[in-house]
């Protein structure tokens, strides 16, 4: 912290003077807690982490910013008695704290955010140095309500990371490896790194807003059956037919909403991965853009990334349970056994069964709960990959962006129909739960 000293001494000063000469108010603009979510968004990139794991990052950082805002602000609530397990926060004056000093709630907000999202990160150095020069450029000029802000956003922290410490994800590392089923059907490593199956166990994590895991278990997958007239091979065709004759339109949707955190790439002996934001992480950069231009405060903000983060969560603890139930066979494994040896998808196959669609289930979920929040007509430009050289698309509703999300899979070659309809119906129940379980403000889904 001691370089967040230094620097907020210089910018204190401007700040005062600018204070003084009315050119700034006294409270930071939302626009930090926007940059927060993106550094986080960078290092979670940075570290590969798999797109149910950096939605856990998402949740707990979330939940950390948004319970220390709702200490100062009155007519929200705090997750506790809503979410599950979630532990009483109290005391806005942590030990130590000088209550007569006051608080900076959106500086505590954003070290409890920073704090928090530092513990579940591999380069907390990386993110530490995001948090210092955001932290500066709060400008808060009373030292004394500086540190009653830092010690209040610890102490949130703190109890968001107990909280954290339980949802069963340290269990889940001591698991034994994988065993694939030798059944037809039934899901196998693929080209072109035959990758284990990722996070196998996901389903015993525990959910914030969803009673079980189970809770909104989608219909079966059509049967394996390798009968050309048979259900189960019409959507295999389907995927072949429509992965060779791709409008660029068509291929632009599904490389906009690729979000594979591993892309291998492979050139004869070469291997290298390139590193991209994870279908979760694309979501949060919606929320935080359609915030952003709403024009929403910071306590609206934090409750709508809140919001988002849960539905993300649990629509990946929900997919992951009939992933590893179901475990299905990916489109590329049979279309190379049964139709065409040489054939290979537009996106890279991802790491883990195919049912049911994981972008299906979690773009839905979050699209009800960010309409919810900011409306069913609300309208945006999605710059989210423009990093990663595509365009911004423009969506007319969050829902028409999770129906394009959806279709995107087919579009690439990873899955059939099936597991993206039935992928969105279960992305749908999560989201209605969140808005029915989890209200931040009375008015909220009302």
Not at 134 to 139: E, H, K, M, T
Not at 326 to 345: G, L
Request: proline letters at 6%; aromatic letters at 12%; charged letters at 20%.
């Amino acid at each position: 912290m001691e370089k967040v000293m230094r620097n907020r001494a210089v910018k204190c000063f401007v700040y005062v003077m600018c204070v003084l000469a009315g050119v700034v108010h006294a409270q930071p603009g939302t626009a930090l807690l926007h940059r927060a979510e993106q550094n986080l968004t960078r290092v979670i990139v940075h570290d590969i982490f798999s797109p149910p794991v950096a939605s856990r990052i998402y949740l707990y950082a979330n939940a950390a910013a948004y319970e220390t805002l709702v200490l100062g602000h009155e007519g929200y609530k705090s997750l506790h008695g809503q979410a599950n397990e979630f532990p009483r926060i109290e005391a806005p004056h942590a030990p130590g704290m000088a209550a007569s000093n006051g608080v900076n709630y959106e500086l505590a907000a954003l070290y409890a955010f920073f704090r928090t999202g530092g513990r579940l990160v591999f380069s907390e150095p990386m993110l530490k140095d995001s948090a210092e020069s955001i932290l500066a450029s709060v400008g808060e000029p009373d030292e004394a309500v500086f540190q009653n802000s830092l010690r209040l956003g610890e102490m949130v922290s703190d109890s968001i990371l107990s909280w954290s410490a339980r949802d069963n994800y340290a269990a889940t590392r001591k698991k034994r490896r994988y065993a694939y089923s030798k059944e037809k059907g039934k899901w196998t490593p693929t080209p072109p790194g035959y990758i284990d199956a990722v996070e196998p166990y996901w389903s015993h994590i525990r959910p914030v807003s969803l009673d079980s895991a189970a809770q909104f278990k989608p219909l079966p997958p059509p049967a394996f059956d390798t009968a050309p007239a048979s259900i189960f091979m019409k959507e295999v065709k389907e995927v072949y037919d429509k992965t060779r004759s791709l409008s660029q339109e068509e291929i632009l949707i599904a490389s906009f909403w690729d979000c594979n955190p591993f892309y291998l790439n492979t050139q004869g002996h070469l291997n290298f991965a390139t590193k991209k934001l994870s279908p979760g992480g694309h979501w949060v950069s919606i929320a935080g853009q359609a915030t952003e231009s709403a024009g929403k405060s910071w306590i609206e903000s934090s409750a709508v990334y809140l919001l988002t983060s849960i539905a993300l969560f649990d629509g990946f603890i929900s997919c992951w349970d009939e992933k590893y139930r179901s475990q299905f066979i990916r489109p590329e494994t049979v279309i190379n056994a049964y139709m065409d040896e040489k054939w290979r998808p537009l996106l890279q196959t991802p790491p883990f069964p195919e049912y049911t669609s994981g972008h299906s289930v979690i773009s839905t979920a979050a699209a009800e709960v960010l309409e919810a929040q900011l409306g069913k007509g609300f309208a945006f430009d999605d710059n989210t990959e423009t990093p990663y050289g595509l365009p911004v698309r423009h969506f007319a509703s969050f829902s028409a962006a999770a129906e394009e999300a959806g279709i995107s899979r087919l579009y690439g070659g990873i899955h059939y129909r099936s597991a993206i309809v039935n992928g969105q119906t279960q992305g749908r129940g999560v989201g209605l739960q969140v808005i029915q379980k989890i209200r931040l403000k009375e008015s909220i889904g009302k």
